[in-house]
Nanobody
């Protein structure tokens, strides 16, 4: 069973930076892709960024393009989300997700809280 453990959330002032990490364990073969999603209070979960595990191709939501960067460390089975120029509207619980075949996200982490104060 694949397990995803996120870390790196916290409280930061607007304009600041945070880096989230997501370590995957229990895999017997490589992921197709890993991604980050977020959910603000009273809102639906939304896509933030994703990375294709073999090609390294990245995808971003328009709201974070130019501010957030997703990356991976294949040896550590870890995906990162570098978040710069944070805004209060980035406040949410951030979830890591893992896709076996690219059709759906099959595994989810427990989430890490990111709070951006104005």
């Amino acid at each position: 069973q694949v397990q995803l453990v996120e870390s790196g959330g916290g409280l930061v002032q607007a304009g600041g930076s945070l880096r989230l990490s997501c370590a995957a364990s229990g895999r017997t073969c490589s992921s197709y892709a890993m991604g980050w999603f977020r959910q603000a209070p009273g809102e639906q979960r939304e896509f933030v960024a994703a990375i294709n595990w073999s090609a390294g191709t990245t995808f971003y939501a328009d709201s974070v393009k130019g501010r957030f960067t997703i990356s991976k460390d294949t040896d550590k089975n870890t995906v990162y989300l570098q978040m710069n120029s944070l805004r209060p509207e980035d406040t949410a619980v951030y979830y890591c997700a893992d896709s076996d075949h690219g059709r759906t996200y099959d595994y989810w982490g427990q989430g890490t809280q990111v709070t951006v104060s104005s």
